[in-house]
Each structure stands twice: as structure tokens, then as C-alpha cells.
């Protein structure tokens, strides 16, 4: 009787039993610290934090009060890049191998294990798909290689039945011709069905990346660069099939603004933030969000740039004697700056000043060193900021780091933001 007793008390206790993760990173000396989220619609939630061992061991604790899902492990800067998410059923640990070059590799858990081994065969299997659009191939071999494709999904949904990993497996399922067609009306095909097995309404595909990454690709495959309405209509039925869920809506729109935003597309992120973003933003309180917005309108390709006193009682609008402009902003403290700058003056040395004329914004804390510094490119027109990062100027330009550039049209219209030097010079290249 007291053994069946205790079974009783134990039996709670087995139920609430603790799991981990638990892995190597390679190179070992390349992370020293793991986080551990919780994906959301929203935002990823922070549940805990662990060491990495000098051996590049980690193991993280997963609580027994977890709610079954989808996690992220993030490990270095930035987190969008050294990051991954894994599947918890609240039933089993979990063990891996992360490399820098190979990425992450499930050694044990049955969720993350099948969905690694789909993911695995169903791409392989998808490679096969370009050759198969080839003018003369036999209508057989056609068929076979979307017969295979067909078991190896038909394989894993049955295989997962009942697993979290089946919400995201069903969700691959490619559409199947009914007759050879070539790849423009494959494409048609696969546009028109592309959302077919894909829930919005899912909640465990609403707690992972899947939605927004799933709407980008249907964006911005089935739309031409060159042709803004075709992105526009897939923006359009994306906010469709999102439907009434307005948490939902913003999180993916605002991963596609910040895409369009970082590839300089003004027109179609201000589409985004115009017809659905900066209400959904306003809406959910998100002042971040809504100043990225009103900044990057003033500062995108096709913005009348930011005026501002060049400090000799001229302001960048009265300037008149070139055809383009070319404003830095930099600092005489910034290392990487006073590297670059001299380049610059260098590469522009047989440049004419009615062709482009520099601007160079200083951004700093006192007037030494930079009072010293400027004296080596007499032929800037150069411009001190006061305050550094607090700097007005900077702010309304949305400065995050130095050196930064903006070409100006004679209009001080924006014309290209380039990141690098390599692509400074290549812009300038185009204009001259």
C-alpha cells in the first residue's frame, strides 16, 4: 500500500519532468553565450540565457511550465543572423551540432529530426524541377519526378500525423500537373495554388517564422522588379488571406516594409506603410515602428533630402553650382572614417566641382580633432555637428553609423544610399 502511495505522489512529479537542449557550437571559441525565445506573431519572447563552455558545449534548460512550440536558440550579432528555431513537444530533449559554415544539425528529437529529414528530401526533390521544364524532356520522365515529389510529401504527412512538425510538413505540398506544361504555366500554377495547404489561422504556424517567410517568398517570386503593380497585388492578397488578425497582419507586413525599405524600394514601402503599416503600428502603440516609418519617408531613393544649415548662412537647399551632391556623414573620431575619407577625396580627385560637389557632416563631441582633420580635404564643403549622435541633422537623416552616405540629384532629390565604398564608387561611375 505505501509503495502504491508513493507511485501516486511520484507519478505529478514524472509528469512535470524537465527538459533541455542541449549542443555543440563549432568553431568553440567562436560564441560564449545562448538565449532562448519563444516565437510569437509579434515579437520573439525571452525566456532564459545560458554559457557556452570553452568546449563550445551549451545546454538550456526548458522548463516544465513551457508551452509546446516553436523556440529560438540566438548565439551572436546580429540576432537575425546567428539563430535557430526548433520545434518542443513538452515530451523529449533535444540535442544538436552547430556549425558556423554548415549550419544546425538535429541529433536527437523526433520533431526537429523528421521535419530536418523532410526538409532535406523535399528539397532534393524539388532540384529536380528545373531540368523537367526542358524542351525534350520525355513526358514520362515529367511525370515521374512529380510522382516522387508527390510520395515524399504524401511519405511525411503520414509520418508525422499528430506531430507539431506536420503544421509546417502539409504546407509544403507543391501543386501537381495534370499535363506537361512549361515552367512560365507552372509558375501560374503554383502562384494560384500557393496558399492552398497553408492556415493562417494555425496557431503553431503563427508562433514560428513561417507566415512571414511564406509571404515574402510569395511576394517577391511572383512579382517582376521592374513591374510595382505586381507587387502591389501580392502585398494585397497576402493582407487577404491574413485576414481579421491584426497582430498577425502587422508582424508580417512590417518584416516585408523593413525589406522593401533595405532594398531602397520607396515606392512600395511606402505602399506598405501608407495602406496598412503605420495604422497597424498606431494601433498596437508601437512608436518604434512608426518613427522608422516617418524617417525612412524622409530619407529614402526619391525623398527631397532633409535641408539643413551648411553654417555660413547657406542652407543645402541654396546650393545651386553642381549636379549632384554628395553629403558624409562622419566623424574625425571614427577610425573606420579616417580611412575611408581619404579614398573618397582621392577617388574623387578628377571630378569637377560643378559635376558633384561634397558635403561633409561632421558628427561630434568637441570641434578638436576635427578643426585639424578637415584641413586635409580642403575641397569639401565640410559642416560641424554638435552633439554627435544627438545631432539633429543626423536624426533626421536616421544616421545609425559613420561614415553614411546620400547622393543628391541637383534637386536634392535622393538618389542612391550606397553602403560601401566599392559602391560609392560605382554610383558616382553611373553619373559621370
Known amino acids: 500500500m505505501k509503495k502504491f502511495i508513493f507511485l501516486l505522489i511520484l507519478i505529478p512529479f514524472l509528469g512535470l519532468a524537465q527538459h533541455s537542449i542541449s549542443g555543440t557550437f563549432t568553431p568553440n571559441d567562436q560564441f560564449s553565450k545562448v538565449f532562448l525565445y519563444r516565437v510569437t506573431p509579434n515579437y520573439p519572447t525571452y525566456i532564459s540565457n545560458s554559457n ?33 528555431d526548433f520545434i518542443y513537444n513538452g515530451k523529449e530533449d533535444i540535442t544538436f551540432e552547430y556549425s558556423s559554415t554548415g549550419g544546425v544539425t538535429f541529433l536527437t528529437s523526433d520533431e526537429n529530426l523528421i521535419l530536418q529529414e523532410y526538409n532535406a528530401n523535399a528539397d532534393e526533390a524539388k532540384h529536380l524541377l528545373s531540368a523537367t521544364f526542358e524542351p525534350d524532356v520525355k513526358k514520362s520522365t515529367f511525370f515521374n519526378v512529380f510522382k516522387a515529389i ?4 504524401n511519405q511525411y504527412e503520414t509520418q508525422s500525423e499528430g506531430m507539431l512538425a506536420n503544421h509546417f510538413i502539409k504546407t509544403g505540398r507543391l501543386p501537381i500537373p495534370q499535363k506537361q506544361i512549361s515552367i512560365e504555366e507552372y509558375l501560374s500554377l503554383e502562384k494560384n495554388e500557393f496558399f492552398k495547404h497553408i492556415d493562417f489561422n494555425d496557431p503553431i504556424l503563427q508562433n514560428s517564422n513561417y507566415l512571414e517567410n511564406a509571404s515574402k517568398i510569395y511576394v517577391f517570386r511572383f512579382a517582376n522588379k521592374d513591374t510595382p503593380s505586381q507587387y502591389v497585388q501580392n502585398i494585397d492578397y497576402v493582407a ?10 502587422k508582424s508580417i507586413l512590417e518584416g516585408l516594409w523593413y525589406d522593401f525599405s533595405d532594398i531602397d524600394n520607396m515606392e512600395i514601402a511606402n505602399y506598405i506603410s501608407d495602406t496598412y503599416l503605420e495604422e497597424l503600428a498606431q494601433e498596437f502603440g508601437d512608436k518604434k515602428l512608426v518613427a522608422d516609418i516617418h524617417k525612412y519617408k524622409k530619407t529614402g531613393v526619391g525623398a527631397k533630402a532633409p535641408n539643413f544649415n551648411l553654417g555660413n548662412s547657406k542652407s543645402l537647399y541654396d546650393l545651386n553650382d553642381a549636379e549632384n551632391y554628395l553629403i558624409i556623414f562622419w566623424s574625425s573620431t571614427c577610425s573606420h572614417c579616417l580611412k575611408e575619407i581619404p579614398e573618397v577625396n582621392k577617388f574623387l580627385e578628377n571630378t569637377s566641382s560643378n559635376k558633384l560637389k561634397v558635403i561633409a557632416f561632421g558628427l561630434e563631441e568637441s570641434e578638436h580633432p576635427w578643426k585639424d582633420t578637415i584641413k586635409e580635404f580642403p575641397s569639401f564643403t565640410h559642416v560641424y555637428g ?15 553609423a559613420t561614415p553614411t552616405y546620400f547622393l543628391l540629384n541637383a534637386d536634392k532629390k535622393i538618389i542612391a544610399k550606397p553602403d560601401s565604398l566599392e559602391e560609392l564608387e560605382e554610383t558616382i561611375n553611373t553619373i559621370q
Open 150 to 153: 508527390d510520395g515524399i510529401q
Open 386 to 400: 554638435a552633439g554627435k549622435w544627438e545631432n539633429k541633422t543626423s536624426n533626421d537623416y536616421n544616421v545609425v
Open 240 to 249: 487577404t488571406k491574413i485576414g481579421a488578425n491584426n497582430e498577425l497582419k
Open 52 to 84: 557556452i563552455a570553452a568546449d563550445g558545449n551549451a545546454t538550456v534548460p526548458l522548463e516544465s511550465t513551457l508551452e509546446t512550440g516553436m523556440y529560438r536558440l540566438v548565439f551572436g550579432v546580429p540576432q537575425d543572423e546567428y539563430y535557430f
